[in-house]
């Protein structure tokens, strides 16, 4: 009778040993995803704030076509990108047409005046600071969740439980060559 009482006993601890650990990862790829719903919405602020930006280029810049088509169509692929994975390419590439249209009104001094301008480009300047933060906000999630799968126990049961591995958000190779190099200033 006693050994029936110890298994039995085993039995339950196992479970809830169980019950504990996917509680525990539940609420880590809860974190990841409220991570990833963050990144999203700033990057649908601006994703707003671009045609606007588009617009007053246009009026002072209507022969740099090329460039404002560039941005349209990088925000378009952006808009479709769905995931992590696919939404950082599109705006690694929506990011470098938008260093193009802002290198563009260097060559404008009437646009760069532009109060108008000059607020959309302030505005753009917070929501990539908050991008930025929502970023590495997502990054600690994924890292925290990424150790829980790993780490024992829950590492025997992660992956039966259907637990994977979440990826971070990694700057692009164009950024990342660019990392040691110093910022060229002209007076």
Same mark, same amino acid.
């Given at each position: 009778?006693?050994?029936?009482?110890?298994?039995?006993?085993?039995? &339950?601890?196992?479970? !809830?040993?169980?019950? =504990?650990? +996917?509680?525990?990862?539940?609420?880590?790829?809860?974190?990841?995803?409220?991570?990833?719903? *963050?990144?999203?919405?700033?990057?649908?602020?601006?994703? *707003?704030?671009?045609?606007?930006?588009?617009?007053? &280029?246009?009026? +002072?810049?209507?022969?740099?076509?090329?460039?404002?088509?560039?941005?349209?169509?990088?925000?378009?692929?952006?808009?479709?990108?769905?995931?992590?994975?696919?939404?950082?390419?599109?705006?690694?590439? !929506?990011?470098?047409?938008?260093?193009?249209?802002?290198? =563009?009104?260097?060559?404008?001094?009437?646009?760069?005046?532009?109060?108008?301008?000059?607020? !959309?480009?302030?505005?753009?300047?917070? &929501?990539?600071?908050?991008?930025?933060?929502?970023?590495?906000? +997502?990054?600690?999630?994924?890292?925290?969740? /990424?150790?829980?799968?790993?780490?024992?126990?829950?590492?025997?049961?992660?992956?039966?439980?259907?637990?994977?591995?979440?990826?971070?958000?990694?700057?692009?190779?164009?950024?990342?060559?660019?990392?040691? /190099?110093?910022?060229?200033?002209?007076?």
């Amino acid at each position: 009778m006693s050994m029936e009482w110890i298994i039995a006993g085993v039995v &339950v601890v196992l479970l !809830l040993a169980v019950v =504990l650990i +996917y509680n525990r990862l539940v609420a880590l790829r809860a974190n990841c995803r409220q991570g990833w719903a *963050d990144i999203d919405a700033g990057l649908r602020q601006r994703h *707003d704030l671009i045609p606007n930006l588009v617009n007053t &280029v246009q009026g +002072y810049a209507a022969h740099e076509k090329s460039a404002l088509e560039a941005v349209i169509a990088a925000r378009g692929n952006a808009l479709a990108a769905r995931g992590p994975g696919e939404a950082q390419g599109a705006e690694m590439a !929506l990011g470098g047409a938008l260093k193009n249209l802002f290198a =563009l009104a260097e060559a404008y001094p009437d646009l760069k005046a532009n109060t108008n301008f000059q607020t !959309l480009q302030h505005e753009l300047a917070d &929501v990539e600071d908050k991008l930025a933060a929502a970023r590495r906000a +997502y990054n600690a999630a994924s890292a925290d969740y /990424n150790a829980g799968i790993e780490s024992f126990p829950a590492v025997l049961f992660a992956g039966v439980l259907g637990f994977k591995p979440q990826n971070f958000w990694e700057l692009g190779n164009d950024e990342r060559a660019t990392l040691g /190099n110093a910022p060229k200033v002209s007076f």
